[in-house]
DNA sequence: TTTAGGG
DNA sequence: CCCTAAA
């Protein structure tokens, strides 16, 4: 299939305005995207294991590339990652990096540039690093949300990925991906990644650490040493060594991250212990950090404004009054937070250093979780993917890479995903099932970036979201509805009973433990996903599942762009990994929304506002798009327009948006 | 099986 | 959400 990626000037425009423009220099104007690739979709743990990806998950990285490819850019003229796409560019969010064989020309009709491979292979290796980093942070904030990475590589990139530990070549298994993947976000996770020189940059120093392996994991163990930070410190002044300094001493390990701002913000985050990192400067004595200053003027200062906007009040996810912690409490934290999720809990974790290590951090799966887990392991093991199958297509791939490895694999003309399993998972392990988890991978960022009308805007949005966690909700959301009712854009958000812990999507990196927390607890404490008897006879879901922001923007979007009726099919594609949510569901959903939107249509104060907020205070911009929707496929309906009903808004919005579906 | 509606 | 008719 082919598939035409373009890219504008104005896109690059867009980025500019998002302020990362320096990056796009590098973009391809257009490409044509035929050949077939292999990729291999693989889901970085924040432990630094890499778990396979599920089904599900599959289904819904191919919708995501399916569904963007026509607004995709990519990063063709440098042989290295052609693009990921994260959801903040840190661990609660979905990274998705690809590679494709197209944009790496130089591989058509020549053999290998090593030094491109390598710089690739160090390029991924980073990337996946982060990815631990910002996991084993949150972890060790205790979020309770379970982010997801993913990483696609190309097959000229996979088989040296198959010699990083956590990946055993021996328990792939294909799955195949329908069609060409071909598009690409370009990611701006790292920024200075994805620059022209950047190749060099990044991979001047060798990215593996000792016998090869990837350097987060469990590697250094030495402690922090905290004595190293004595005085104040500024860290917008540090350079990238000083950085890394400062976050061995912090943390205890080494690094070897060169994204000033994710160590910077890595740092702050050890340091406070929160996950505010709108403070740079901290003055520490005797080991303890005693103030915390504002920065002001830091490169970072945008995000940090885009991260309070859009999660409205800086939820510092330490407890108050806790005592600061240093950072090597994280990471120990983590530790023994491994150790104990393979006792199922951490009752028992032996030598951890209690001191004021709170109990707040300490991840424990929740039933949910495990729940599903479970659910995917059964499912699994009742044959649906063998690990067995693997190595074959992959295997022969990998072996001739340096060729046109690529075309060679894709001689038939068809694209496999092929699935690897985690070796180094076998260390850890997840109490009752497998390290698969399904049906949380954080894509809600897709549903907030289709769900922004502007399609232009959700090129600069994705943009941004990959650079980081700083702003989490699309531009042009912001900036448009802003104008309205900002304040009410992102309480509603935030209002939002969001159990699934959504709002990672737009919440940063080391989660709103607390949004986070109150709102899981306000929702279904914790849901039975299974069935149940009923009385009548018949079985019946035990709770309802509350439906999720995210969820219904993706409905709405999915509306928006399968048409209304099309609910298998929506089903199918943007809710692959949501393994509840019938079509019927989504119908059903879709019926209530179509109600909602005509029904309160303008400001029914009063006693709806109370309402509201005890059930779902759904985003007037959403049911503004609802509406549109329903307009645009005569769906309205009739006896539901209420006094104003269209006339105002409906036909404005009609015009505003029109030519966005 | 998937949709559309009613309950 | 469930159930069912209809396609």
């Not at 379970?146 to 040296?160: E, F, L, M, R, T």
């Not at 929707?629 to 006094?643: D, H, I, K």
Request: aromatic residues 6%; hydrophobic residues 30%.
């Amino acid at each position: 299939m082919e598939t035409e990626v373009g890219v504008e000037g104005n896109d690059e425009g867009k980025f500019e305005e998002a302020g990362f423009g320096k990056t796009y220099s590098s973009l391809s104007s257009t490409k044509q995207l035929t050949d077939p690739v292999v990729y291999k979709l693989v889901r970085v743990e924040g432990d630094g294991r890499l778990v396979p990806a599920t089904d599900d998950e599959v289904m819904e990285v191919k919708g995501l590339l399916i569904d963007e490819k026509s607004e995709m850019h990519i990063v063709a003229d440098i042989g290295q990652p052609i693009g990921c796409i994260s959801n903040e560019g840190s661990s609660s969010g979905m990274l998705l990096q690809l590679e494709s064989s197209e944009g790496l020309s130089q591989f058509e009709n020549t053999e290998v540039d090593p030094d491109k491979l390598n710089a690739r292979l160090e390029y991924i290796e980073e990337m996946l690093q982060k990815v631990k980093e910002e996991e084993r942070l949150r972890l060790a904030c205790g979020s309770r949300d379970y982010s997801s990475a993913y990483v696609i590589v190309d097959s000229q990139c996979s088989d040296q990925l198959d010699k990083l530990p956590g990946i055993d070549e021996n328990l792939q298994s294909e799955i195949p991906l329908q069609e060409t993947v071909p598009s690409f976000t370009p990611s701006l996770i790292d920024s200075h990644l994805h620059q022209s020189g950047s190749i060099d940059e990044c991979s001047n120093t060798p990215v593996l650490t000792e016998g090869g392996a990837l350097p987060s994991t469990t590697v250094t163990t030495s402690k922090p040493d905290f004595s190293k930070l004595n005085g104040e410190i500024c860290l917008d002044n540090l350079s990238i060594k000083e950085l890394h300094e400062t976050f061995k001493a912090t943390f205890g390990r080494e690094t070897t991250v060169k994204d000033k701002q994710w160590l910077k913000r890595r740092i702050t985050m050890g340091l406070t212990n929160s996950c505010d990192v709108s403070a740079t400067t901290f003055i520490i004595k005797d080991n303890k950090l005693v103030k915390k200053g504002k920065e002001d003027g830091c490169d970072n200062v945008d995000g940090a404004l885009a991260y309070n906007l859009a999660v409205g009040t800086t939820i510092n996810c330490s407890q108050q009054g806790a005592p600061i912690s240093h950072g090597s409490q994280l990471e120990d934290q983590v530790v023994s937070d491994k150790r104990n999720r393979s006792t199922g809990d951490n009752s028992g974790s032996e030598d951890h250093h209690t001191e004021q290590r709170a109990a707040k951090r300490v991840r424990k799966p929740t039933r949910r979780y495990i729940e599903e887990l479970s659910e995917v392991e059964s499912k699994e093991s009742s044959g649906k993917l063998r690990t067995t199958v693997k190595s074959s297509a992959f295997g022969q791939m990998s072996s001739k890479f340096h060729f046109r490895p690529v075309r060679n694999v894709s001689s038939d003309g068809r694209t496999v995903v092929t699935r690897l399993d985690s070796l180094g998972g076998s260390g850890i392990q997840i109490p009752c099932v497998s390290r698969v988890r399904r049906s949380r991978p954080r894509k809600n960022f897709m549903a907030l970036l289709k769900f922004n009308p502007n399609s232009m805007g959700m090129t600069a949005t994705l943009v941004k979201k990959a650079l980081g966690a700083h702003s989490f909700l699309p531009d042009n959301y912001e900036s448009e509805k802003a104008q309205s009712a900002p304040a009410q854009v992102q309480q509603r958000f935030l209002g939002v009973p969001d159990k699934d812990k959504q709002f990672t999507a737009i919440g940063a990196v080391g989660g709103h433990h607390k949004v986070l927390k109150q709102v899981d607890s306000s929702g279904d404490s914790d849901d039975n996903i299974v069935t149940v008897p009923t009385s009548k006879g018949g079985i019946r879901r035990k709770h309802h599942r509350a439906w999720t922001l995210s969820e219904v923007m993706k409905l709405v979007e999915g509306v928006s762009r399968y048409g209304a009726g099309r609910w298998s099919e929506i089903k199918r594609l943007a809710f692959a990994s949501y393994s509840y949510r019938t079509s019927v569901d989504l119908k059903d959903k879709w019926r209530n929304l179509l109600k909602a939107s005509f029904a309160h249509i303008p400001s029914d104060k009063g006693v709806n506002s109370r309402k509201n907020a005890a059930t779902m205070p759904i985003p007037e911009p959403i049911l503004l798009r609802v509406r549109e929707l329903a307009e645009r496929q005569s769906q309205v309906p009739p006896n539901l327009t209420s006094g104003k009903e269209a006339g105002s808004s409906g036909s404005s919005v009609h015009e505003k948006q029109s030519g966005y579906l």
